[in-house]
C-alpha cells in the first residue's frame, strides 16, 4: 500500500475555491491510478477525478469544467484544485491509489482502490 495524506481542506463560501494535496510516499510509482473521491455524510463514496498513468484526466460530471486534477512528480504529491464549489461539494474528500488496473484501466469504483489517505474536510456554505 501506499502511504496518502491530504491537506488543503477547510471551509469556504459558494462560489469560493480551495486547493486539495495528497503527499504520496516515495512508492507512489507503483501505482497505476490515483484519484480523488469524497463521501458526504449519509450517501456512499463516489469518485470525484482519477488520473491515470498515461495522462488521462476523468472527472464526475457533477465537478466536470470546476475541479482540475494535477500531479508534481518531483514533490511526489497529488493535487485537486476545487473552483465555483457549491454547498452539494460539502463531504470528506480522500486521496486514493490503485496497484493495478482493471480490465486494461483506472475505474471510477471504489473497490479498485486499495490505499488511501485519511480524508480531508471541506464544507461548502
Known amino acids: 500500500h501506499v502511504q496518502l495524506v491530504e491537506s488543503g481542506g477547510g471551509s469556504v463560501s459558494a462560489g469560493g475555491s480551495l486547493r486539495l494535496s495528497c503527499a504520496a510516499s516515495?512508492?507512489?510509482?507503483?501505482?497505476?491510478?490515483m484519484g480523488w473521491f469524497r463521501q458526504a455524510p449519509g450517501k456512499e463514496r463516489e469518485a470525484v477525478a482519477a488520473?491515470?498513468?498515461?495522462?488521462?484526466?476523468n472527472y464526475a460530471d457533477s465537478v466536470q469544467g470546476r475541479f482540475t486534477i494535477s500531479q508534481d512528480k518531483v514533490k511526489n504529491t497529488l493535487y485537486l484544485q476545487m473552483n465555483s464549489l457549491k454547498p452539494e461539494d460539502t463531504a470528506v474528500y480522500y486521496c486514493?491509489?490503485?496497484?493495478?488496473?482493471?480490465?486494461?484501466?483506472?475505474?471510477?469504483?471504489?473497490?479498485?482502490?486499495?490505499?488511501w489517505g485519511q480524508g480531508t474536510q471541506v464544507t461548502v456554505s
Open positions: 486514493a491509489a490503485a496497484s493495478r488496473f482493471r480490465d486494461g484501466s483506472c475505474s471510477t469504483d471504489v473497490g479498485q482502490y486499495d490505499s
Open positions: 516515495a512508492y507512489a510509482y507503483r501505482s497505476v491510478c
Open positions: 488520473f491515470g498513468g498515461d495522462g488521462d484526466e
